[in-house]
């Protein structure tokens, strides 16, 4: 019932940006968990950002924060993570993620143990030096 597309990636120089979308088919965002993820290859899966839409907060890695931002369009159902002053070590295929329910407490326990329940396929985004 819930699907994600991520789209957006793509390759850039360093201190470029790029914006992810993540559509979500017959999915309403609002009181929900929405999700940035990323794993780079030979490494763990870690979050990136996560949103709460229904209270509009937001939660970062400390490896992104003032460079990335997570927002919603409800009406679109579509979350986004605007990228900037990328560095070659955000390289790494992103993956958009929802979890169902709960509150801003659970989104971020489960953002932090990647365990949202639905996942989208992917996109890549290379930074180059």
């Known amino acids: 019932q819930v699907q994600l597309v991520e789209s957006g990636g793509g390759s850039v120089q360093a201190g470029g940006s790029l914006r992810l979308s993540c559509a979500a088919s017959?999915?309403?965002?609002?009181?929900?968990?929405m999700g940035w993820f990323r794993q780079a290859p030979g490494k763990e899966r870690e979050g990136v950002a996560t949103?709460?839409?229904?209270?509009?907060?937001?939660y970062y890695a400390d490896s992104v924060k003032g460079r990335f931002t997570i927002s919603q369009d409800n009406a679109k159902n579509t979350v986004y993570l605007q990228m900037d002053s990328l560095k070659p070590e955000d390289t790494a295929m992103y993956y958009c993620?929802?979890?169902?329910?709960?509150?801003?407490?659970?989104?971020?326990?489960?953002?932090?143990?990647?365990?949202?329940?639905?996942w989208g396929q992917g996109t890549q985004v290379t930074v180059s030096s």
């Open positions: 993620a929802a979890e169902t329910g709960g509150n801003w407490g659970r989104c971020v326990a489960l953002w932090r143990n990647n365990k949202y329940n639905y």
């Open positions: 949103i709460y839409t229904n209270g509009r907060t937001t």
């Open positions: 017959e999915y309403t965002y609002s009181g929900n968990c």
